[in-house]
């Protein structure tokens, strides 16, 4: 299993965690907020539409939901959201790449700081780790579906590829691909678990079983934050590494 695919699953794990105590609320919000600045209409936001289905498998109040949208496109009270991508070097020298919107960009440098500091690693300038990382479509299926019939979809669909994980199937797609693919999953009613765009590293950087915990640990605090979003590596984890933590 290839080490961006560790982190795979234990973000998998972690996130059925957050949404057990709503911890996942306040990140698919805020994604619902900004998504809703390109038009509140889902229908004709596929960013929105997908914000939307995560705070519904999030079983989130449709009050909360259309204030969310409100607030994006609006419609409603303002406080603007901005994105903001944060990176920089992890113990041993890995690049990691933090995704976060925030309402106080002075808060979110300071805790993103604070986070990479804390555990020896550093803040870079922009541009200092960016160019390593790749964008891509990623959807996780369910292990119901049969091999074959994954396979068929995926040639059928033009998504780029599959893989089996510990909890699920990935699949990847071409960005621009994407939503075409996930609405093609949809139509064949393909359940699916997670879907969204996001970052990859294109090459990786292997490293030993000690310094994976240590890499896991500022990787861990960071997608904690209440800022971020996403945090994306290029650290390689070892296939038979298993977090102290889990």
Same mark, same amino acid.
Do not use: C
């Given at each position: 299993m290839?080490g @961006?695919?560790?982190?795979?699953?234990? +973000? *998998?794990?972690?996130?059925?965690?957050?949404?057990?105590?709503?911890? &996942?609320?306040?990140k698919?919000?805020r994604?619902?907020?900004?998504?809703?600045?390109?038009?509140?209409?889902p229908?004709?936001n596929?960013r929105?539409?997908?914000?939307?289905?995560?705070?519904?498998s999030?079983? #989130?109040?449709?009050?909360?939901?259309?204030?969310a949208?409100?607030?994006?496109s609006?419609?409603g009270?303002?406080g603007?959201?901005?994105?903001?991508?944060?990176?920089?070097?992890?113990?041993?020298g890995?690049?990691?790449?933090?995704?976060?919107?925030?309402?106080n960009?002075?808060?979110? !440098?300071?805790? &993103?700081? @604070?986070?990479?500091s804390?555990?020896g690693?550093?803040?870079g300038t922009?541009?200092?780790v960016?160019?390593?990382?790749?964008?891509?479509?990623?959807? *996780?299926?369910?292990?119901?579906?049969?091999?074959?019939?994954l396979?068929?979809? !995926?040639?059928?669909s033009?998504a780029?590829?599959?893989?089996e994980?510990?909890?699920?199937f990935e699949?990847?797609?071409?960005p621009?691909?994407?939503?075409?693919?996930?609405e093609?999953?949809?139509?064949?009613?393909i +359940?699916?678990?997670?879907?969204?765009l996001t970052?990859?590293?294109?090459?990786?950087?292997?490293?030993?079983h000690? #310094?994976?915990?240590? &890499?896991?640990?500022? #990787?861990?605090? #960071?997608d904690?934050?209440?800022d971020?979003?996403?945090? *994306?590596?290029n650290a390689e984890?070892?296939d038979?590494?298993e977090?102290?933590?889990q």
């Amino acid at each position: 299993m290839a080490g @961006h695919s560790k982190w795979a699953n234990i +973000k *998998h794990r972690k996130a059925r965690q957050d949404a057990s105590r709503g911890k &996942v609320w306040t990140k698919v919000i805020r994604e619902i907020t900004v998504a809703a600045k390109d038009g509140p209409d889902p229908n004709d936001n596929p960013r929105l539409r997908l914000a939307l289905e995560k705070a519904n498998s999030a079983n #989130m109040p449709k009050d909360t939901i259309k204030r969310a949208i409100e607030k994006g496109s609006g419609t409603g009270d303002t406080g603007a959201l901005e994105e903001i991508i944060f990176e920089g070097y992890g113990p041993g020298g890995v690049a990691i790449l933090v995704e976060t919107m925030t309402d106080n960009r002075n808060r979110t !440098v300071s805790d &993103v700081r @604070h986070a990479f500091s804390k555990f020896g690693g550093n803040l870079g300038t922009d541009g200092s780790v960016a160019y390593l990382f790749k964008k891509l479509g990623l959807i *996780h299926l369910s292990k119901d579906i049969s091999d074959e019939k994954l396979m068929d979809l !995926v040639i059928e669909s033009g998504a780029n590829d599959y893989t089996e994980e510990e909890d699920f199937f990935e699949v990847t797609t071409e960005p621009n691909d994407f939503n075409n693919i996930l609405e093609e999953f949809k139509k064949d009613e393909i +359940k699916y678990i997670d879907a969204q765009l996001t970052l990859r590293a294109e090459t990786s950087v292997n490293i030993d079983h000690e #310094m994976s915990e240590k &890499v896991l640990n500022i #990787m861990e605090f #960071m997608d904690d934050l209440d800022d971020v979003q996403e945090v *994306h590596t290029n650290a390689e984890f070892p296939d038979d590494f298993e977090a102290k933590s889990q």
